[in-house]
C-alpha cells in the first residue's frame, strides 16, 4: 500500500501524511492479524465441541446410576415421566381450568386444585408429580395456557419385592430414603461419582452383591415356612464368607418399593440388620471356638452335665437334659447349657470379653445399607453373665452380625467384612481379618457338620451338599422375663462343608407347633428343614458341586425306597 | 496498479463472504444434524431403559416361577439328579450319535432311561 516513488521530478516525493497512512495502515493490520490469529486459534486449533452443550440442556445433572443385580439383571432404574405444574399468573379462567383439568385427570381434587391456583402470587405450583403418558397427551390436548410439563426422571422398581431390603428406595425428588440407594446419595457418594463415565452424562450401573434368583429361592422358601408354621416374621441370609458378600437377605414381611406412598409398618423393616435378637443356641458355636482357640479344650474334652450348673442363687440347665458326662461333640450336638457354660467359665471372664471384642460382637457393624443395630450386650460382666453369654443369654446381636461372625469361624478363622456391594477376591482379601486359628476353624468344621449327620439339625441334611449347622431355639423376651411360649428359632450352617463357600442363616419368628411337628415347636422342626430346602434350592444356582459318599448313596436308595412305598 | 489492487482486494472480500456463508450455513445444517442425532441417542437410551426395566420386570424369579409350577410339570432340581462327565462318557455309544439318531434311534432318551 505504500506510495510507489516518482521519479519525474527527479528523486523521490514525499507526500505529506504519508507516514500517517503508513501507521495506520500497519496498526490496521495488527488489529486483523490478531482477529485472524485468535479465529485460527479458536476453529483450528481449540475446536469447540458443540457436544457438550446440547446434551446439557437435556440432562443438567448427574444421573442417578441403575442399580443391578450381581448377573446385571436390573433391579432399579430411571425412566423418564412428565410432571404437571402450572403458573396461577397465567391462567385466566381459574374455573374452567379446573374443570377441564378434574375431567382429564380423575385423581386431581377439584377443591385443592382451586386453591392452588387461585394464588396469583405464585408462579410456580405442582399440580401432579409423574403422570402418564396417556393423561399427558390428554392435558396436551386441552391447551390451557400456563398449564404445562417439566420433564422428570422417576425411580421404578422392576423387580418389586426382590430385594426390596437391600435395595431401599428414593423419595419423589430421587433421593435416597432407605437402603443402598441412600448409601448412593450419603456415604457412598464417593463411590457413586467413581460411576459417573468421563463425559459426565451417563453413568455405569452399581452392582450390588445380590443374586436374585438366590433371593427369590430364600424369600419364598421363608414364605411358605411363615403359612406353614404360622410365624409372625421370618428373615434370612445367605453370605459368601470367602468374599463377605450377602448373596441374599430377606426379611418378611417385606414391601414394595414401587408403592406410591411409602408409609411402611414398622414390621416391613430390615429385621436382619436393624434389629438385634438373642439367637440363643447358636451363639454357642462361639463359645466353643473361644475355648478351642484358648486351649482350654478340645475334640476330646469331657464335661459334666449330670446336675444343674449352680452360680450364686441362679441354676443352669439342658433343654435336652442328658444328666450325663458329656464329651464335647455331645455337648455340642445335643446344645448342652451346662457344658458350654463350664467351657466359658474354663476361659474366664476376662478372656470371654477379649474374643467377643476380638470377632467385632462389641461393635456396631456398619455395611452399606444404613439401618444397623449395636449388639445388646450385657453392661456388667459376671461370672454368672459369662456363663450365660455363653449359650446366648443376654446377648443380642444384628443377625447379619451373627453369620457374619460364624461365617468366619468356619472359613479358616478369617472373617471378611459383610457388604451388600459385589466384591472381588482380591478386595476381600485386603479386608480379611484373622480372628481364630485354623485348627480350631478345622474343628469348628467337624462340629458343625457332625450336628447335621446326627445332631439337631438333620433336617437340613441335604445329601450331597455337605451341609453343616447349629440350631438355636430361644425364648424371646416378654415384660422381661423369657416366654416359653414365644419363640425365636434360627439356624445357622453352611456347605459345602469340606471347603465352606457360603453361609446360611434362618430365623423363624414365634413359630407354631403343628401335627406334622409331632407338637415340637422348637428350631430343629421348623427352621431346619426350612433351611434344608432353600440350600437344596440354592445350592445348583450357587454352583455347589454335589459329591455323594458311599453313605449319601445307601440313604439315597432308602428314601426312594420309602418314597415308593408310600406313593 | 492501485486500482488492479482494489479490484483484487474486492474480489477477495466477495469471495471470502461467499465462502463464509456457504460454510457458516453448512454449519448450521451440521449442527442441527447433530443436536438431531443427540436426541435420537437420548431417546434410544431412554427406550433401552424402559425395555431394560421391562425385560426385568417379565424375568422376575417369582413370575417365572409362577408360570412354570402353571404351565409346565417340572420340580425343583435334586442333588442326586447331577451327574458328572466321566459318568456320561461311560454311557455314551461307540457308534456317533448322529449316525444313530438317523437311524431313528433315541440316543440321549435311551441314555436317561438306562441310568434311572
Known sequence: MTQAPDDRFGGPVKLAGQNRIRLVAIGFS?????????LANLTILKGVSVEDDTLAEHQPRL????IVDRNGVVIATDIAVASLYADPRKIIDVEEAVESLTATVPDLDAKALRAKLMQPGRAFVWL?????????DAVYNLGIPGV????????????GRIAAHTVGYVDLDSKGIAGIEKYLDDRGAIYTASLGEDSGHTASPAQIATDTRVQHALADELASAVAKFKAIAAGGIVLDITTGEIIALVSLPDFNPNQEDKK????QANMMTSGVFELGSVIKAITFAMAFDYGVTNLNGKYDARFPLVIGNASISDYHAQRRVLTVPEIFTNSSNIGTAKMALDVGIEGHQEFLRRVGLFDRLTTEVPESAKPLLPKRWSKLVTATAAFGHGFAVQPLQGISVIGGLLNNGVMTAPTFLKRDVAEADVLAKRIVKPETSEKMRYLFRLNVTEGTASKADVIGYRVGGKTGTAEKVVGGRYNPDKLL?????????????????????EPKAT?????????GWNAVPTAGKIIERIAPLLGVRPIFTEEDIAKLAKLAKSAKKDG | MHKFLNACLVLAVLVSAFVLYSLEHSTRGLERNIARLQRDILEERESIKVLGAEWSSLSRPDRLQKLAQENLKLKTITASQFVSESELAEKVPAEPVIMLEKKGKDVIGDILKEMQ
Do not use: C, W
Open chain 1, 128 to 136: 401432579k408429580r409423574q403422570v402418564s403418558p396417556e393423561e399427558r
Open chain 1, 63 to 66: 444421573p442417578r446410576p441403575d
Open chain 1, 489 to 509: 428359632n434360627s439356624f445357622i450352617g453352611a456347605f459345602p462343608m469340606d471347603n465352606p463357600r457360603y453361609a446360611i442363616i434362618v430365623m423363624l419368628d
Open chain 1, 264 to 267: 411402611f409398618r414398622k414390621e
Open chain 1, 148 to 159: 404445562g410439563f417439566v420433564n422428570e426422571r422417576r425411580r421404578v422398581y422392576p423387580m
Open chain 1, 30 to 38: 495488527i488489529a486483523f492479524l490478531a482477529i485472524a490469529l485468535q
Open chain 1, 515 to 523: 401335627p406334622e411337628t409331632y407338637g415340637f415347636a422348637t428350631a
